[in-house]
């Protein structure tokens, strides 16, 4: 048996929950379009043959506004350690920026793998120029890869894969990921509302389960300002609704979810607070 970790790294909105769930071939981490959408280290597990890998998402790497976005990028830098194979994700339709090499510092980039994620959206003279942007780096393996279609996933899994040490098997046979239910399910009740709020909003979210009886389970959705709980709730609770229905969707049959809205003033600006809330 070989086995091992691999984490994801890079600036927020490259596309790393995206192709944490592609590897999986299930939803482990929640994605959206805003950046700074993952929190906390997610775990997903691959297996082939006698090869196990665990493969670990983390929140994207920016310059900190608040003790919640502090807390996160340590979260992530945290994922680097100890690790078989770190790789630096980049995003092929975007010029490789000053968070990307703030990012490429901060890991032992000699032995870490590049990836260039978005290679659909991008036209293979651009991804070319962005490898050869990036050749620059010293990284030990670069990937031209699409999350979105799967386009190059293969041929970076039968890298990683020869580099997994002896080992034991992680995760047993059928277990994917090791998030708890409640946590996942706030989880799915904050990709929402990041689906249907416009603008700085989301970044004032925390969702938490504060009860699971099933088939209840009640979800708290936190705000920062009395006059954004307004926003969540929508024009006679529309907009909470949806999100009730979109993720009571993804749960197992059956669950009834209660959500309710709360304000916690500036949550986000609170170390402890952020703690508290489990990032
Ligand atoms: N076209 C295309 N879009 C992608 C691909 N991978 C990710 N995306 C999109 O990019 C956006 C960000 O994806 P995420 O997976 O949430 O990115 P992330 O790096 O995890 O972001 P943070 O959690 O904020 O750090 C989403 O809208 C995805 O659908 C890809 O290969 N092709
Ligand atoms: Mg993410």
């Known amino acids: 048996m070989r086995s091992g970790f691999v984490t994801f790294v890079g600036r927020p909105n490259v596309g790393k929950s995206t192709l944490l769930n592609a590897i999986c071939g299930e939803k482990v981490s929640i994605v959206s379009n805003k950046p700074q959408t993952t929190r906390t280290r997610i775990r997903g597990v691959w297996n082939r043959g006698d090869t196990q890998i665990v493969f670990v998402d983390t929140p994207g790497i920016h310059k900190p506004v608040s003790a919640l976005g502090e807390r996160v990028n340590a979260t992530a830098l945290d994922g680097a350690d100890d690790v078989d194979v770190v790789c630096l994700l980049i995003d092929a339709t975007e ?42 780096l010293g990284a030990a393996e670069y990937f031209p890869v699409s999350a979105k279609n799967g386009q190059g996933v293969d041929v970076l899994l039968a890298k990683l894969s020869d580099r997994m040490p002896d080992g034991p098997k992680y995760f047993p046979d059928g277990m994917i ?37 099933w088939p209840l389970v009640k979800c708290e959705i936190i705000v920062e300002r009395e ?25 197992p049959d059956g669950a009834y979810l209660e959500l309710k809205v709360v304000v916690d003033k500036n949550w986000q600006r609170n170390a402890e607070k952020v703690r508290q809330l489990g990032y």
Do not use: C
């Open 227 to 251: 006059s954004q709980k307004g926003m969540v709730i929508g024009k006679s609770g529309d907009l909470l609704k949806k999100v009730g229905v979109a993720a009571r969707a993804q749960m």
């Open 95 to 136: 010029p490789f920026g000053r968070g990307d090499r703030w990012v490429a510092d901060r890991i032992d980039i000699s032995k870490a793998f590049v990836i260039v994620n978005k290679t659909d959206r991008a036209s293979p003279s651009k991804v070319l120029t962005q490898l050869g942007a990036v050749g620059a």
């Open 177 to 213: 990921t090791d998030t708890p239910e409640a946590q996942w399910v706030a989880e799915l009740v904050r990709e929402q509302l990041l689906h249907l709020l416009e603008d700085e909003l989301p970044y004032s979210i925390a969702t938490r389960v504060t009860q699971w009886e």
